[in-house]
């Protein structure tokens, strides 16, 4: 691929919404996640540890920024709050955000792998071929999310991982990465596609609430929704609509309304265009109230 | 004359660095000699040519006795793996066939049962981690809906097991030979393709074009490939 065959033909490279020419049938995978329900008990984060075969890469690694959670909690403080108030237990407005791969429609990631190792499948998933990866590191540079996770080791054998004989945990329909290439969230892919190979021997599609991803299914406070956006009896469509939030949009009608439209859906970094595939369900801040 | 001698020997030490890095990625052996994956040792030399060989009307304990791949392989049909089958399955006729009780392997296998062990048999078609192959899927299609004899369907990945005693590879199993069946079998067609919802799987990195007329479907102008990719990466690797 040269640059002049790259900025003569850039159009079909980019698009500005990639769904023009493949449209989503009969899925596209989507998610929303209710940070009101959400506690930051992390537990969707283990699930995932175990569910997807992730190394638990010890303290140290972790300090150096090597940590492979796809799925990680991220806190914020509402530091307005601060000690106000003068009470011996001072409310400091935690909030928690789960973060993983928001699956973008128009992903960053995508146009700038050297090697196509990452694409975006039928049913509006970002895949990652990690034996396609050369492990360049330009889509964790381009992730605005910052959701990529790089193999720096041979996780297994290294230490501080799992012993020999742990390997019997493994998940044995996903790999085991290798030293050197990129992983990340893959919306539980194995699990997706084993509900769909249950729904095409019985002649049908795949109805909501026959897959669930492994954060989903052991979220306690049940703040994660995931499901088939295209159905529109789907328990996530329904979301969306409510929230009025569109997938091909950059910058959502309701949000333009003075004053707020008092909805609480919104996506991160809208309007960078990446059209990602989660939605937030805004908190309800006591300091908003 | 120093300088050279200090680039010729760091010439030197990188290539050995780079040749014992290349010798130590393991690398898988695809084919033997005869063409053929690697001779596996069982711990029993299974006979699969007398159990799923043909009759041999002249002389019936010469012969193969015709047993259906799915009839030990059971899990085929219902699972993404084939299974191997428990050594009750293999009591479960040997029992009471008196006539190969005293024949070695025979004797082997029982002292298996006895001990209450499995049989630690080899993998023969062992697809890399990475690979997401469903049995079930192929045999649905092959078998249940096609009607086409189990030896036949299975013989497309497998090779003639009939005629093998221990089992071996007799296929590539690399990614050019599946997509090899898929592209000639999965068309994409201007009517969109077969799996559900009109959605076609392409292999290449750009989806396939129709030529002038709009009817056959090419493989695109390899010269001015796009990064966009196959359609689904997703669908066999994981």
Known sequence: MSVSNLLENWAQFRHFHPIDDKPHDPYKWAMSIDLDACTGCNACSVAC???????????EKY??????????????????????GGSDFPDHGAQFLPMMCQQCEAAPCETVCPA??????????????YNRCVGSRYCSANCPFKVRYFNWYDYPTTDNVWPAEMNQQLNPDVTVRSKGVMEKCTFCVQRLHAAKG???????????????????????????????????????????????????????????????????????????????????????????? | MHRLLRLSILLMGLSVAVSGYAADAPQPTLTTEDDLGPQVVQPIEFPHDRHAGLRNPGDPLKGGMEIDCMYCHTYARRSAVAGIPPLQKCIGCHQSIETVRNKPRIQELFKYWDAKKPVPWKKVHDLPDFVRFNHERHIKRFVEQQNRPTQEACGYCHGDVKQMTVARRSKALSMGWCANCHQK?????????????????????????????????????TNNIKAQGPNDCWQCHK
């Not at chain 1, 540890?49 to 303290?59: C, D, R, S, T």
């Not at chain 1, 190792?117 to 049913?123: G, S």
């Not at chain 1, 328990?235 to 707020?260: F, N, P």
């Open chain 1, 198 to 289: 249950t729904a095409k021997n019985e002649g049908r599609l795949v109805h909501d609430g026959d897959v669930q991803t492994a954060c989903q299914q052991v979220c306690p406070t049940g703040a994660i929704t995931f499901g088939n956006l295209v159905d529109h009896e789907s328990k996530v469509h329904k979301q969306w609509q409510s929230q009025q939030v569109e997938l091909d949009k950059d910058a959502q009608v309701k949000d333009q309304k003075e004053g707020g439209s008092g909805l609480r859906g919104y996506r991160i970094f809208e309007e960078l265009r990446p059209y990602p595939s989660v939605m937030y369900l805004e908190r309800v801040r006591e300091s908003a109230i």
């Open chain 1, 63 to 84: 300090q150096h920024g090597h940590g492979m959670h796809w799925m990680r909690i991220e806190r914020y403080w509402d530091e307005g709050l601060g000690v106000a």
């Open chain 2, 185 to 221: 079998d999965h068309p994409v067609t201007a009517a969109g393709g077969t799996p559900v919802g009109n959605q076609a799987y392409w292999y290449g990195f750009q989806k396939p074009v129709a030529d002038a007329a709009g009817g056959e479907y090419k493989a695109p102008d």
């Open chain 1, 49 to 59: 540890y175990a569910e997807n075969n992730l190394p638990v890469v010890g303290k």
């Open chain 1, 116 to 129: 196509a190792a990452t694409n975006h499948t039928a049913d509006g998933l970002n895949s990652q071929i």
